[in-house]
């Protein structure tokens, strides 16, 4: 006797099996800003590396002579 499989239509990940695998398999590290990206393999033990070249990267709006924690530079 087969059994109906019922989701959650408004569940986070998606409302079908598909949906929630893809969301499941997704990479969890930055590949938008990444200069290479490269995946090996295609099944859930697969692994995406990403490759981010040595350089001055600003995300957001810089704070003038102020560092990551609101200090003033320059002064110990």
């Not at 499941?24 to 995946?39: F, K, Q």
């Not at 697969?46 to 600003?58: A, D």
């Amino acid at each position: 006797m087969a059994q109906e499989v019922k989701y959650n239509t408004s569940h986070h990940a998606g409302a079908t099996a598909d949906a929630r695998i893809k969301h499941r398999l997704r990479p969890s590290n930055d590949t938008a800003n990444a200069d290479s990206v490269t995946t090996v393999g295609h099944s859930p033990n697969r692994t995406v590396t990403s490759v981010h070249h040595s350089r001055v990267q600003q995300y957001g709006q810089g704070r003038e002579g102020v560092d990551i924690h609101g200090n003033k530079r320059g002064v110990v």
